[in-house]
């Protein structure tokens, strides 16, 4: 998947380049039709330039005067442009990104991936893999503030507080992963409360690491296993199943189909622990109502604390206080 958007992306930035060029070549067009001296004046610069180098290259010494020469000719080229209505620069070489002049690279000897690349790559990385294309929800930029920080009920601490634990946890774990104390995590809590976005910048910060990241809401995943059920879309199934990490949201409210929902989550549940797979599922289910809805088999997999980290939280929801 990287390599193919990268891929993309670069057969873009050369047609960019393709564009740049079309586009100066339709100024100098327009110039030379409105204003024959601009392109003389151009003509000249050059020759000097040339000249200049190849003196330098016989060994022997440029005209002192050059700099000051090629001086008044820019100086009179701009003038002429914003005499006839353009901008001094505007025979300039066109480029969308002046850093890396639409290559994507830049930098001398060492050339890097300039900002520009980098996040459109992971703009439509994001996107592909089920983030969408806001780059905003990351660890980074969650905020603490719009937790109470009244102490719960029967707890001696605040729901900001555990707030703040609960992050520290999802980023260790993903800075930890596939190392960390378990491969699986199980965000359990009302709606409202944070899991999603937690979600979203563990799955942003393996995506930095390079692991393959997929993420998914249960009801997708189930329309998904529906069809590979009744022999459609078995290679996109398997793609759910093979990604180094899953997030699945919402456990719980995708429907339940007579043979279809608790297998196939078994099946992937199942499968992924027996290939080391990592996977974080959210459900606003409680325990007990896990064990009804998906059958002690499923249950028991998902809060066995040697396979699967159970992180609970509560408090009230503060969608409304974030706005």
Do not use: H
Not at 189 to 201: E, H, P, V
Not at 243 to 267: C, H, K, R, S
């Amino acid at each position: 998947m990287r390599s193919e958007i990268l891929r993309e992306l670069l057969a873009e930035y050369e047609e960019q380049r393709r564009e740049d060029t079309r586009e100066e070549d339709r100024r100098l067009a327009e110039v030379t039709a409105k204003c024959p001296e601009i392109p003389e004046l151009m003509r000249a610069r050059e020759g000097l330039i040339y000249g200049g180098m190849r003196s330098i290259l016989a060994g022997t010494q440029a005209s002192d005067d050059l700099p000051q020469r090629m001086e008044v000719m820019n100086r009179r080229i701009a003038s002429l442009l914003e005499q006839n209505g353009w901008s001094a620069d505007y025979l300039d070489p066109v480029y969308r990104c002046k850093v890396c002049r639409d290559t994507g690279y830049a930098g001398e000897p060492i050339r890097e991936t300039c900002p520009c690349l980098k996040g459109r790559f992971y703009e439509r990385l994001y996107k592909a893999i089920g983030l969408g294309e806001d780059s905003s929800q990351s660890f980074d930029s969650f905020r603490l503030d719009i937790f109470p920080d009244k102490k719960l009920e029967g707890r001696a601490f605040s729901q900001r507080d555990m707030m703040r634990m609960i992050r520290k946890v999802c980023e260790d774990w993903a800075d930890a992963f596939p190392k960390a104390e378990t491969r699986d995590m199980l965000l359990m809590g009302q709606s409202g409360l944070g899991k999603t976005f937690l979600m979203r910048s563990m799955a942003k910060r393996l995506v930095e690491r390079g692991y393959q990241v997929l993420m998914v809401s249960a009801y997708r995943f189930l329309e998904v296993a529906r069809k590979a059920y009744f022999g459609q879309g078995a290679e996109e199934l398997e793609n759910i199943i093979g990604a180094d990490v899953l997030f699945i949201d919402d456990m719980g409210v995708e429907p339940l189909m007579e043979n279809i929902t608790i297998p196939q989550w078994y099946n992937l549940i199942n499968e992924r622990q027996t290939r080391g797979r990592g996977t974080v599922i959210s459900t606003n289910l409680m325990e007990e109502d896990l064990r009804k809805r998906y059958t002690e088999r499923i249950a028991s997999r998902l809060m066995d604390p040697r396979q699967c980290r159970l992180v609970q939280f509560a408090g009230e929801d503060v969608r409304r206080r974030a706005e």
